[in-house]
Nanobody, 115 residues
Framework: QVQLVESGGGLVQPGGSLRLSCAAS????????LAWYRQSPGGQREWVAG??????TDYAEFTEGRFTISTNDALTLYLQMNNLKPEDTAVYYC??????????WGQGTQVTVSS
């Protein structure tokens, strides 16, 4: 069973930046979509950004051009977050969906944006 481990979260002031990483314990060769989700306290898990196998990236409207998703062929997934806002405070999760509709989740990394 492949494990996903997120890192890079922490406490940052408004306007600051963080780079989240999600490392897979083994290469997932049949991935179709990689994504980041987040869940704020009392809220539901929501999609943040995704990258498809053929390279297309897509972002939730609330990212407003501040976030960038990237990968090195599914061994590590990244989320660069700039100009962070207090409303970005959440636990961030990475997700992998394969061509057999198997999905993998990481355990999450906490991002707190506060002065």
């Amino acid at each position: 069973q492949v494990q996903l481990v997120e890192s890079g979260g922490g406490l940052v002031q408004p306007g600051g930046s963080l780079r989240l990483s999600c490392a897979a314990s083994a290469r997932i060769s049949n991935w179709q979509n990689l994504a980041w989700y987040r869940q704020s306290p009392g809220g539901q898990r929501e999609w943040v950004a995704g990258i498809a196998r053929y390279g297309t990236t897509d972002y939730a409207e609330f990212t407003e051009g501040r976030f960038t998703i990237s990968t090195n062929d599914a061994l590590t997934l990244y989320l660069q977050m700039n100009n962070l806002k207090p409303e970005d405070t959440a636990v961030y999760y990475c997700h992998v969906l394969t061509d057999t509709f198997t999905d993998y989740w990481g355990q999450g990394t906490q991002v707190t944006v506060s002065s």
